[in-house]
């Protein structure tokens, strides 16, 4: 019994200790992890219970000239898979694009895309969703179902008037070689990816903010900890003129639902400094389309027009000038001292050079008969043009037309501008390693043959003529406010300013006068503008020859026809506007000029502070529809 | 039966360190569970109401003699066999598991009542043998235990099931059983484990071991608990976040905050300083009850003491383990703080056993 007793008290000291040891160890543990571990877990709970969501910041507005609002924001709702709070991707992906009624697998390759993102940065699925599937959304996260799915309001990018939408360009989410290049976008980031949008994109964007907030087990917000407003984009103030942007789109518009072109381009600036009042590119496309994240459909249907509107043809088209090629010839001769004003060619309708006929368009009513460079210019004789340019030869017509900003970038705040051409000896001997041919040198004093030019630089072209050398920078650029108040951006400077015997300049701009406001066999006349001295020049280039035209029979009429130019200053003394209208398929300059002629009929009309003119009819354009030869 | 000298000789100390603990365990009740955002709950009420009804099965347990409850320890085995079969017939379901008998003011859960009835049967058994117990005494012994640890099991409810061994084993280690056999006992385990893994163990029981020795595995699913329970026990640090400040437990990262993980929001809100009260309280409740054990005027009183003790510390050290997130997670309460009825009126019973036995070392 004793000895019983001394054994269990043995036994019961022996459990005192294990208790003891069990509980000493427990001690351990805890001081490890609650004192020095704490640093760690401490942030692990931060992360599990508090969620940073970025606020995505406004992109800056863009105004016109005046003050008129050209793009502007709206606000949509977003959705997006917040990776931290998932439990099952998949199931999530699943769920998520059953409510949405969404493709799955395009859910999926987007997730897949963000997948080696860190997993608090959410994947936004939807940029721009509809209220249905915003409340689809809201009512299974009442049911606890899609705790990792986060609804947000964004602000998205609004254009409110189909206008200059390759000018505007549109954003959309920034891609991962974007990303490399400039380390201050992240993913999801939302950039401009064309146009103004691209290339200003650094003062558009803006700063997004950041909200920290409490969110339980199940990814409920249960309070804000702290707001970080975002900081709206740099508003932009351009130098387009919205009443002449209409002008240009109204237009383009009515020949376009004529059949007469559905294609083209016009840049209208001011030559006494580059300032671009109107711009557009047809056909274009709905930059709204992208703002909210492009459906892949619409994205093929752009891609795989004929038509490619997604090419800027004001900036990325390259085309032959044809007569409005004509001045640069001229200026060649004049500037050289080969010829004079007074210069007479006779035009029998057709000359002979290095044993080859060339026609003149008057061939078939017998020729201009003896004519001067005034009348030349006005009635676009042919033989003129090609004897003159027989005497300058092509390496000094290159020289006067590069001077003018034919063949050279005009260095336009637009991303990814094309270099027109205008062929010199030593362009082909480096291109094509072969020597030039005097009589290629004809067809070029027509603007045939190799020169081809950007309406851009058309554009260049006139307003340097029309303010005596300069080659003015076009530029889109006027003013930025930051938040402090509007600041003027200092314009670029000149390309290059060359000096113009005035004289001689005055000679070719008579020519161009009579080509709108004179008599005989004028081509400009449709865009003569009453009270106004408008100067300009028609041209249409072949896009076809004879030979190919008939090879081409299963092509459709339209495709066959030919181009049509109008290029202008106005007015003729102290010119204030200058520009280019380009009508693909646009059978002739004439057509053009009727387009001119409403854009000019705009600007006069705010100078002399009369009504503005109201939209072209079909009634008002007349189109000439007639094949003519010239 | 109940002499007036026989108050004098109530352990003031123990009792004292047990209601500090109840108290403890009703305000993170009410931490956890009154959340204003969301209507009032009264789970700490109803804990109040559970502590009361134990006071009153303590009082009876004190008050008769413990030799009273031994003699009839037969009965009462028998008794609770019988409603622990009931209830795998009859009893209420919840959660997929058949545990409970609805009772008006909260369901009664027989399986917790079954310790004290085992701890009763076997102290009375070895109590009035002499000398160790031989290999047949411990069979009986084992018998007795697996026989509602089968049926406990059977609801399932393997945690509470789990909990019978240590009173069995407690008791014959009092008893006096050799070593020896208790070391045979733990080599076979050690021995049968890889066996068991390559042939026994399903993969989702596999699955559950392996995560546990490594949670970040499967951060989302068997381990989240347990990743859960270590963020909240070391995010609390020295001095905790503050009374219901708790991120953890309060935005319910943690499942069960009011019930298995009670540890871990004290642990969280009331920091390494309360961690070391609670484990202070604790301790000293089971050093005093083995004290009570030692001082038992027979056998059969240090044996009762022993075998009632085995199983709140064995539920003790485990939760808390559990609750720091270094075991696998097991539905084991922790007694006297943890949200629940039946294990708070079972465990008050059982502790006025305790008492008893100490209060009447002096008497014959």
């Known amino acids: 019994m004793v000895e019983d007793r001394r054994k269990a008290s043995i036994r019961l000291n022996a459990l005192q200790f294990v208790i003891a040891a069990l509980f000493s160890l427990l001690a351990v543990s805890f001081w490890t992890l609650q004192v020095v571990q704490h640093a760690k877990y401490e942030e692990m709970a931060e992360n599990n219970h508090q969620r940073t969501l970025a606020l995505r910041a406004p992109r800056g507005l863009v105004f016109d000239r005046e003050g008129r609002v050209l793009v502007e924001n709206r606000n949509s709702f977003s959705i997006s898979i917040d990776r931290e709070h998932t439990k099952d991707l998949s199931r999530t992906i699943r769920i998520l694009s059953q409510v949405l009624g969404v493709d799955e697998a395009g859910v999926r390759t987007i997730v897949e895309r963000h997948r080696r993102e860190p997993t608090y940065r959410p994947i936004a699925i939807i940029q721009d969703a509809s209220l249905a599937q915003v409340a689809a959304v809201a009512a299974r996260k009442l049911d606890f179902e899609l705790p990792d799915v986060v609804v947000q309001r964004v602000p998205t990018r609004r254009y409110p008037e189909t206008m200059a939408a390759h000018l505007f360009g549109y954003v959309g989410e920034v891609s991962e070689t974007q990303i490399a290049e400039n380390s201050e976008l992240k993913s999801g980031d939302i950039t401009g990816q064309f146009g103004l949008e691209k290339v200003y994109n650094s003062y558009l964007m803006g700063e997004d903010g950041a909200r920290r907030v409490v969110v339980n087990s199940v990814g409920r917000e249960i309070r804000t900890l702290e707001e970080e407003q975002p900081t709206e984009g740099k508003r932009l103030q351009l130098t387009i003129d919205y009443d002449i942007q209409k002008a240009i789109e109204d237009a383009f518009k009515v020949a376009a639902d004529d059949g007469l072109s559905n294609a083209g381009a016009a840049v209208v600036l001011d030559p006494r400094n580059g300032e671009v009042l109107g711009f557009t590119s047809r056909p274009a496309f709905d930059p709204n389309a992208f703002a909210g994240g492009i459906d892949r459909q619409t994205w093929a249907s752009l891609n795989t027009d004929d038509l490619r509107p997604l090419q800027d043809r004001a900036i990325q088209g390259r085309y032959s000038p044809g007569s409005t090629f004509k001045m640069a010839v001229a200026l060649a001769g004049l500037e050289e001292g080969i010829i004079t004003p007074d210069f007479r060619v006779s035009c029998p309708g057709h000359a002979n050079f290095y044993g080859r006929v060339f026609h003149c368009w008057t061939d078939r009513r017998g020729g201009h008969g003896s004519v001067d460079l005034r009348r030349a210019i006005a009635e676009s004789c042919d033989v003129y043009f090609y004897t003159v340019a027989n005497m300058v030869g092509i390496d000094k017509i290159n020289k006067w037309a590069t001077a003018l900003g034919l063949g050279v970038m005009s260095g336009i705040d637009l991303p990814n501008e094309v270099q027109g051409l205008v062929p010199s000896t030593q362009w082909k001997l480096e291109k094509q390693h072969e020597k030039w041919y005097a009589g290629e040198t004809i067809s070029v004093g027509i603007g045939q043959g190799q020169v081809s030019v950007t309406p851009v630089s058309m554009a260049v072209y006139m307003a340097t003529l029309a303010n005596g050398g300069t080659r003015v920078t076009p530029h889109l650029l006027k003013q930025i406010d930051d938040g402090t108040g509007w600041k003027a951006v200092p314009p670029p400077p000149p390309k290059q300013k060359i000096v113009i015997d005035p004289a001689k300049l005055e000679a070719i701009r008579d020519g161009m006068w009579q080509v709108v406001n004179g008599t005989g066999l004028i081509t400009g006349a449709t865009a003569k503008i009453a009270g106004h001295d408008v100067a300009g020049k028609t041209g249409s280039s072949q896009v076809i020859s004879a030979q190919g035209r008939a090879a081409a029979a299963n092509k459709t009429a339209r495709n066959l026809r030919d181009n049509g130019w109008f290029v202008f200053f106005a007015p003729k003394e102290d010119p204030r506007i200058a520009g280019v209208v380009f009508l693909e398929h646009g059978i002739h300059g004439g057509n053009a000029a009727r387009v001119t002629h409403h854009i000019l009929d705009t600007f006069f009309a705010k100078e002399d502070h009369r009504p503005l003119p109201p939209p072209p009819t079909t009634a008002d354009m007349h189109w000439d529809f007639k094949d003519a030869d010239r | ?364």
């Not at chain 2, 009835?117 to 102290?123: E, N, P, S, T, Y």
């Not at chain 2, 008893?175 to 399903?202: E, N, S, Y």
């Not at chain 2, 629940?340 to 008893?356: D, E, H, P």
């Open chain 2, 1 to 364: 039966m109940f002499e007036r000298r026989l108050y004098h000789h109530i352990d003031w100390a123990l009792v004292a360190a047990m209601f500090a603990l109840c108290a403890i365990g009703v305000v993170m009740i009410y931490s956890t569970t009154s959340d204003p955002t969301r209507g009032t709950s009264h789970l700490w009420v109803t804990q109040l109401y559970a502590i009361g009804l134990g006071i009153l099965a303590m009082l009876v347990t004190m008050t008769l003699d413990y030799r009273t409850f031994t003699d009839k320890s037969h009965f009462i085995y028998i008794a609770i066999l019988v409603v622990l079969v009931y209830v795998l017939f009859f009893g209420m379901v919840q959660m997929g598991a058949r545990r409970w008998i609805p009772l008006k003011l909260f369901n009664l859960q027989p399986s917790e009542f079954a310790k004290i009835a085992v701890a009763l049967v076997l102290a009375k058994f070895y109590g009035e043998n002499r000398g160790a117990p031989q290999t047949s005494d411990l069979a009986i012994g084992a018998g007795l235990t697996l026989l509602p640890l089968a049926l406990i099991a059977k609801e399932p409810d393997l945690g509470t099931a789990v909990t019978l061994i240590p009173v069995f084993l407690a008791i014959a280690y009092l008893a006096g059983m050799r070593m020896r056999i208790l070391g045979i006992v733990f080599l076979a385990i050690v021995l049968a484990a890889p066996v068991a893994w390559t042939f026994v163990l399903k993969p989702y029981q596999k699955s559950r071991i392996s995560t546990f020795l490594d949670p970040s595995q499967d951060a989302k699913g068997a381990g989240y608990q347990q990743i859960q329970a270590r963020i909240t026990v070391g995010s609390g640090g020295l001095s905790g976040k503050g009374f219901r400040k708790g991120t953890q437990g309060q935005l319910r990262f943690l499942p069960v905050a009011h019930n298995d993980f009670i540890f871990s929001v004290l642990s969280e809100e009331q920091g390494f300083a309360g961690v070391l009260v609670a484990l202070g309280l604790y301790l000293f409740v089971i050093l005093r009850a083995l004290e009570a054990a030692r001082l038992a005027k027979d056998r059969l009183g240090s044996y009762l003491v022993l075998g009632v003790l085995a199983s709140f510390s064995f539920q003790v050290i485990y939760n808390i383990t559990m609750s720091a997130g270094l075991a696998p997670v097991k539905g084991l309460t922790l007694p006297l703080m943890s949200y629940g009825g039946s294990s708070m009126i079972a465990t008050l019973a059982g502790f006025g056993l305790v008492l008893n036995v100490r209060m009447r070392r002096f008497t014959n």
